[in-house]
Nanobody, 123 residues
Framework: QVQLVESGGGLVQAGGSLRLSCAAS????????MAWYRQAPGKQRELVAD???????NYADSVKGRFTISRDNAEHTVYLQMNSLKPEDTAVYYC?????????????????WGQGTQVTVSS
């Protein structure tokens, strides 16, 4: 069982910045991809950005140049630095991590989600 705990959401004015953090804990052997998704009211959950264990990144077109994803592999933590925020960035932001856990007898694949953190950008 792998738990993800997010922090850093809040209310900010348009043009402002926020930094989200997500820490993974549990019987983790390795984490491959880590990602941030978001879901606005009445809309489907969408990928914001992801990052591989090697540091390769991918961003949604709507956030390119404004958001930066990074990770600390030793601490099993992923970050999302959000700059030049817009009202349309308002959503619940979810952290996702995929990898392997290890018990005494086997490895198991995990795909875990955080509880979500609210980001609200006022105009």
């Amino acid at each position: 069982q792998v738990q993800l705990v997010e922090s850093g959401g809040g209310l900010v004015q348009a043009g402002g910045s926020l930094r989200l953090s997500c820490a993974a804990s549990g019987n983790i052997f390795s984490i491959n991809a880590m990602a941030w998704y978001r879901q606005a009211p009445g809309k489907q959950r969408e990928l914001v950005a992801d990052i591989s264990s090697g540091g390769s990144t991918n961003y949604a077109d709507s956030v390119k140049g404004r958001f930066t994803i990074s990770r600390d592999n030793a601490e099993h933590t992923v970050y999302l630095q959000m700059n030049s925020l817009k009202p349309e960035d308002t959503a619940v932001y979810y952290c996702n991590a995929r990898g392997l856990t290890r018990t005494k007898i086997r490895f198991e694949v995990f795909d875990s989600w955080g509880q979500g953190t609210q980001v609200t950008v006022s105009s």
